[in-house]
């Protein structure tokens, strides 16, 4: 049984900082991506980073958020300084199983990912 847990959300003042954890226990020969996404009511979940090969980041948080990963932990995480208001959201892990890692664009697409955590909110305060 395949499960994201996510840690690390909360509340902050916007420049303020937080750290996103997500443990995965997923045993597979194949390839996995990982990938943050986060969802405001009212709107579609949206990409914000993922990383295979290679990172990638929405353009909205290049330069703010660092996306990194422990193989050996299982372990991928966020790391979000400089926060704003506009990031304000709850923020999922996914896990997208493959023989390859997801490149741009369809690394940015939800539909690709296999496995979600619960989601975590994160809240910024002006």
């Known amino acids: 049984q395949v499960q994201l847990v996510e840690s690390g959300g909360g509340s902050v003042q916007a420049g303020g900082s937080l750290k996103l954890s997500c443990a995965y226990s997923?045993?597979?020969?194949?390839?996995?991506?990982m990938a943050w996404f986060r969802q405001v009511p009212g709107k579609e979940r949206e990409f914000v980073s993922a990383?295979?090969?290679?990172?990638y980041y929405t353009e909205s948080v290049k330069g703010r958020f660092t996306i990194s990963r422990d193989n050996a932990e299982n372990t991928v995480s966020l790391q979000m300084n400089r926060l704003e208001p506009e990031d304000t959201a709850v923020y999922y892990c996914?896990?997208?199983?493959?023989?390859?890692?997801?490149?741009?664009?369809?690394?940015?697409?939800?539909?690709?990912?296999?496995?979600w955590g619960q989601g975590t909110q994160v809240t910024v305060s002006s």
């Open positions: 997923l045993r597979t020969r194949r390839v996995v991506t």
């Open positions: 996914a896990a997208g199983v493959s023989s390859y890692y997801y490149t741009w664009p369809s690394i940015r697409e939800s539909s690709e990912y296999n496995y």
């Open positions: 990383i295979g090969w290679s990172t």
